[in-house]
């Protein structure tokens, strides 16, 4: 490499796109004041959109966001993130060992919020696409993956209960909030209508997320990052739960439960 002109300009210097603390004094975000312009004036959830994606988002739009972080972050230990955070609190590690293994674990296309929500929306732009140039529903499902016979697509399946509890609440606040359903909403609630009559799938609460976030104009890779750490609560919640019960309390296993069926017993050779 000759030309190294753009990292001697960075030489031994921190640049940022993203804001500064001006010591003592204020500090930039995202070309807002912190000091004067968000403090007390605007949610933490606002923020913590501002600083993911760059965007300062309307208050209502930041409240239904929250409520859907709520949607996502149960305390129950059963749910595999959880186990982690609880394990972590029956072993005596730190609860930021523990909220942040568990937020690792949910990096997933299963679960978790992040990973999940980059998935269905980029599938719902695909297909909104292509339902706007002419394709039909079976025509855009048939492009998915199969499994069992069923579609593989993200926000609209769930494991053990095909109704999402979270639906009812989530259109609920969003009417309240004034927030009309927008195109990707409507669209997405069409689908699960289409593969519920032919697959048994329905929306999920990833998939109305998914297509919410959409529609308020977020693109997959701002909502992945904005979901980063949606399933923190639940994880140190389950956390506190195992921290000062008896050591391995959290799920022991006997010896007698595991059924080994590997190579038999057999002499050492000399």
Excluded at 39 to 49: D, P, T, V, W
Excluded at 228 to 255: H, W
Aim: charged share 20%; net charge neutral.
């Amino acid at each position: 490499m000759s030309n190294t002109e753009y990292w001697d300009k960075r030489n031994n210097q921190i640049f940022s796109r993203v804001g500064h603390w001006q010591g003592g004094g204020d500090v930039n975000c995202q070309g807002h004041s912190l000091m004067n312009e968000l403090m007390g004036k605007i949610s933490l959830m606002q923020l913590n959109i501002l600083n993911a994606t760059g965007k300062l988002m309307a208050r209502n739009v930041a409240d239904w966001i929250e409520v859907n972080f709520m949607g996502v972050s149960y305390p129950d230990s059963r749910i595999w993130c959880n186990q982690i955070s609880a394990y972590a609190g029956d072993t005596n590690a730190s609860v930021v060992a523990a909220a942040s293994a568990a937020i690792l674990s949910a990096d997933s296309r299963a679960y978790g919020g992040g990973q999940t929500s980059y998935s269905c929306m980029s599938f719902l732009q695909q297909a909104y696409q292509e339902y706007q140039q002419g394709d039909g529903f079976e025509k855009i499902v048939a492009r998915a993956k199969m499994k069992n016979g069923k579609p593989i697509i993200v926000g609209f399946a769930r494991p053990i209960d095909k109704d999402d509890e979270r639906l009812k609440p989530y259109e609920d606040f969003q009417a309240k909030l004034n927030i009309p359903q927008g195109n990707y909403l409507v669209f997405a609630k069409k689908l699960s209508e289409y593969l519920d009559e032919r697959f048994s799938l329905t929306i999920n609460s990833g998939g109305y997320a998914s297509a919410f976030l959409l529609d308020q104009g977020f693109t997959p890779n701002e909502g992945y990052k904005l979901k980063t750490f949606a399933v923190i609560g639940g994880a140190v919640a389950c956390y506190r739960d195992m921290e000062d019960q008896s050591p391995n309390s959290f799920l022991p296993l006997k010896c007698s439960d595991i059924r080994y069926t590997g190579i038999a017993p057999r002499p050492v050779e000399d």
